[in-house]
């Protein structure tokens, strides 16, 4: 039996958490076509190696692809092109060139065999290192092996800027999902909490 906790409303198994960041991944197909799709369920998932993961749909184009090549690219779009990176999650490439579609311009990476997105300000170049089976998704964890940053997006001491990188997040809800822009510093990392470990 589910206790009530005061003050709290349990919706269930909902796949809900903040901030869910948008990606897009990266991959030819087998006629070396580029191809994008906008995915939300990503994020870093180990520091040695550095690796990201990915959850994509079986039935999607891309899971195919990255499956073909064991390479794809995770690309991190600016908020100012929010509309392109929707119908990119809308649109199938079996079907649309979504590169021409959005007016973006693939680049192919230099260690892997997946194309980055030139007007995105961060791309990752990934080796598939493992795929999980998990339900209506597959997970596929890449290790990192080249990170491409805009150099317009690096602050003064050569080091990416997340403002300036503009980045969108995803919520997720069942009734009326929406982008989100980053915010302000909330504080320092490993800095603002070092008041508590002395008590």
């Not at 064991?70 to 809308?90: H, Q, R, W, Y």
Request: one cysteine or more.
């Amino acid at each position: 039996m589910c206790k009530i906790i005061p003050g709290k409303k349990n919706l269930g198994a909902y796949t809900f958490l903040l901030p869910t960041p948008i990606v897009l991944c990266g991959t030819y197909d087998k006629d070396r076509r580029p191809n994008i799709a906008t995915l939300a369920w990503a994020g870093l998932c180990c520091s040695e190696p550095p690796s990201v993961q990915i959850s994509v749909r079986r039935e999607r184009y891309t899971h195919t692809a990255i499956l073909a090549k064991k390479e794809f690219t995770v690309n991190v779009p600016p908020a100012s092109l929010a509309k392109e990176i929707d119908f990119c999650g809308m649109a199938s490439g079996r079907d649309v060139d979504k590169f021409e579609r959005a007016r973006l311009t693939p680049k192919r990476g230099e260690l892997v065999d997946a194309p980055i997105v030139d007007e995105f300000p961060l791309c990752l170049e990934c080796r598939l290192r493992h795929r999980v089976e998990l339900g209506s998704h597959d997970m596929f964890i890449g290790e990192i092996v080249a990170s491409w940053f805009s150099e317009d997006c690096l602050d003064e001491n050569g080091q990416p800027d997340p403002l300036k990188i503009s980045p969108l997040s995803f919520t997720p809800l069942k009734t009326a999902s929406s982008y989100y822009k980053l915010g302000e510093s909330a504080g320092r990392a490993f800095d603002i909490g070092k008041s508590l470990l002395a008590k």
